[in-house]
Each structure stands twice: as structure tokens, then as C-alpha cells.
């Protein structure tokens, strides 16, 4: 049998009937934008990350945007992003007119280094976001310090983490706001478009409600100029069910990523990521990192076994960032996006593809870069 990188009916395994009773009862209701389910589920999730609010919007690249909106950020500022994370974050960035300036990561996790923010930092920067990138999060303590001192705002990108632990604490509730993607395969997925804003300023919970619905939180009273950006009541239903299954599917995730790490970590060839001290992650993707990827990906791909590169082209080398950002070097991001590689992971993999997992082990255990 093949080992897919994801194999989202595997992952759903278990629960499919408790998803139909909740999207029957949906259309039972006739009613499907705005409604009971959106409610209880920002509850809910709110509850689960520890934190005051939660407002649904339509996916995750607008719960970034809302935020920089909501915190009146626009064209004139900066914000310091991670060079090594997905587009979604630059994007957010851009389509509110202000400047994504980026950072290079912490070569062993992959993530943002807090130690290098600040010579970015300038007269016109007024937030940092950090992405909790591949499930691990971000150095929040010290990217807070940084932010207090230059009096920046912050704001978790969280679409990779749901559930994470940081230093005992839930992403979502370390800075001014997060915002997460429930895109289907993201750690709590639904089965569609989905995102939400997760924060404790009930201040921006309350711009976040109106900006997501034209500018409005009465009929035809528009205070502000918003967009369209809803968690429909069908995707609301369908989370509520996947989020009482969120913890066992991260501690899945995290068994698979205990048995890659330990069967990995004879073979020099292979830089396997280092997890930093008082830290939970969730495990989204697992990457490892090795020169000469192509070779193992062709050998695994040649046997049935799908493997990703999370991610190719570095945001500031794409199509739609290089013009803007021809004279920016970002060495570190560029070299891992070259050495990159994930394996498969989800819910459930170990239970429906134990064999080929094992096979896939011992591929790359005696992997030579010959
Ligand atoms: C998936 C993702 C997003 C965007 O989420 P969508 O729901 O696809 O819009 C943003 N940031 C990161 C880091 C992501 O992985």
C-alpha cells in the first residue's frame, strides 16, 4: 500500500457520523451564517485556548489582516514577519498596505529569532508577528520583551498549532491576539474554509466582530468599512465536533514524531528539529533536514511514500514579494528551503499505515548520500 502525505479520511476516522448528525442538524435549523453554532463554538475554542474571546472569520489569511485592521495598522507602517514561514503571513501584511520586513529563523527550530528583531525594527514598525511554525511555538516570552521595550504589538499566527504549549500556556493567549486557520489540513481542520481570532483585548474582539460582517453588528448599521468574512454555522458544527478530538490527534501527531525522532537520529545525514526547553508542540508538520533531499524524496516516492517541502520558494524570493524585496538576503531561510523535507504525519497514521511507516523508517535510516 502507499504511505499519502495526508490522508484526511484516516484522520477523520472514528468521528464521520458525529460530523453528519452536526451538518444534518445545521440544515435541519435552516439557518446557516451567524448563528448558535458560530456562538457556542467561539466559546468553546476560546475556553480551550484559555482565552477571553474568540470571533470566527472566513479562513486564516483574514484573521491576520482583521487584526492589522482591527490595530489600525495600514500603509505608512512595518511589521516584522518570520522569512521562514508560509505566504499567508506576508500577504496579511501587504493587503493592508503596510510593509512585511523580515527575519531569519532559529536554524534548529525553525522559527522566528528574537535576537535578531530588533535591528529590524525602524520608526514605522508597529508590530511583530510570530508564527508558531510546523506546530513548535515561537520564542514568545523574549519576542514579548522585544515588543514592550519598542511598544510594538504582537500577534500569534497560530494556524500551524492549535493546542500547542508554551511553557504551560495554549498558543493564542501569549500576545495582543492569534489568529488560527481551521483550512482541512491544519491540526483542527474543518471541512472547508475557516479561521478564527482568538485574543483577551475585548477590544479588538469587538472591531473584529463588526470588520468580519461589513462593518456591523446591528442591521444595516455600518460603523466601519469591513469585508465578508464569516465562519459559516456548517464549518462551526463540524469544529465543535473535531475540537473535542483535537487533544488525542496532537498526541497522536506527537507519538509518530517521538518514534520518527528516535529511529532518525542514527543517520548523520539527516538534521532532525530540535524541540526548545519547556515546550509542547503539536507536530503539523515534521521536518527534517538533509542537502540532497531530492534524492531521498525520488527513493521514498519510487517505493509509494509521499513526502512535502514545507517550503520551496522563500516568500521574499516568490513571484509576488522578489521585485519589492530584490536587494533582501535572507542566507539561513534560503538555505532551508533548500534542505527541507516532511514526512508524512496525521491522525491516525500509525493505526491505518504502520507497515509503511516502518518501511519508510528503515528507507531513510539507511539513506547514504551516495
Ligand atoms: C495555513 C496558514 C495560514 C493561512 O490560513 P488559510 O486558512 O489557508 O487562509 C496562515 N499562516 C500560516 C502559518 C499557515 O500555515
Redesign the pocket.
Known amino acids: 500500500m502507499k504511505l499519502p502525505f495526508l490522508d484526511l479520511k484516516a484522520a477523520n476516522q472514528g468521528h464521520q457520523k458525529a460530523i453528519q448528525d452536526a451538518i444534518k442538524r445545521v440544515v435541519d435549523s435552516g439557518w446557516f451564517v451567524l448563528g448558535n453554532e458560530l456562538a457556542m463554538f467561539e466559546s468553546e475554542f476560546a475556553t480551550y485556548c484559555n482565552a477571553k474571546h474568540c470571533v470566527g472569520v472566513g479562513?486564516?489569511?483574514?484573521?491576520?489582516i482583521l487584526i492589522l485592521k482591527a490595530m489600525e495598522i495600514g500603509p505608512g507602517d512595518e511589521v516584522i514577519v518570520p522569512a521562514n514561514?508560509?505566504i499567508?503571513?506576508w500577504l496579511?501584511v501587504q493587503q493592508c498596505g503596510a510593509v512585511p520586513v523580515p527575519v531569519e529563523p532559529v536554524a534548529s527550530t525553525y522559527n522566528i529569532d528574537p535576537t535578531r528583531i530588533e535591528a529590524s525594527i525602524s520608526d514605522q514598525t508597529k508590530a511583530i508577528i510570530a508564527?508558531h511554525?510546523y506546530g513548535q511555538p515561537a520564542d514568545m516570552q523574549a519576542i514579548n520583551v522585544v515588543a514592550k521595550k519598542n511598544g510594538l504589538k504582537v500577534i500569534e499566527?497560530a494556524?500551524?498549532a492549535h493546542g500547542a504549549l508554551y511553557r504551560g500556556q495554549r498558543v493564542g493567549s501569549l500576545a495582543d491576539a492569534a489568529?488560527f486557520?481551521?483550512?482541512p489540513g491544519?491540526n483542527l481542520g474543518a471541512m472547508g474554509?475557516?479561521?478564527a481570532v482568538v485574543t483577551n483585548d475585548s477590544g479588538i474582539a469587538e472591531k473584529l466582530v463588526k470588520l468580519r460582517n461589513y462593518g456591523s453588528n446591528a442591521k444595516y448599521q455600518h460603523d466601519v468599512a469591513g469585508v465578508n468574512s464569516r465562519l459559516d454555522e456548517i464549518q462551526a458544527a463540524v469544529l465543535r465536533v473535531k475540537l473535542r478530538y483535537l487533544d488525542d490527534h496532537n498526541r497522536q501527531r506527537n507519538e509518530l514524531a517521538e518514534i520518527y525522532k528516535s529511529t532518525l537520529a542514527d543517520n548523520p545525514l539527516i538534521t532532525l528539529p530540535d524541540v526548545a526547553g519547556d515546550l509542547l508542540p503539536v507536530w503539523?508538520l515534521f521536518v527534517i533536514r538533509l542537502s540532497n533531499r531530492e534524492k531521498l524524496q525520488q527513493i521514498l516516492s519510487e517505493k509509494g511514500i509521499e513526502t512535502s517541502i514545507h517550503y520551496p520558494v522563500p516568500a521574499h524570493l516568490s513571484g509576488a514579494f522578489r521585485a519589492q524585496y530584490k536587494h533582501t538576503k535572507m542566507p539561513l531561510t534560503e538555505k532551508l528551503s533548500g534542505e527541507v523535507l516532511s514526512l508524512p504525519l496525521f491522525p491516525n497514521a500509525l493505526s491505518c499505515y504502520r507497515a509503511e511507516i516502518e518501511k519508510m523508517l528503515s528507507l531513510i535510516s539507511s539513506y547514504k548520500n551516495i
Open positions: 479562513n486564516g489569511l483574514d484573521a491576520i514561514t508560509f499567508a503571513t496579511a508564527v511554525l499566527d494556524a500551524q489568529a486557520s481551521f483550512y491544519k474554509d475557516g479561521g503539523h
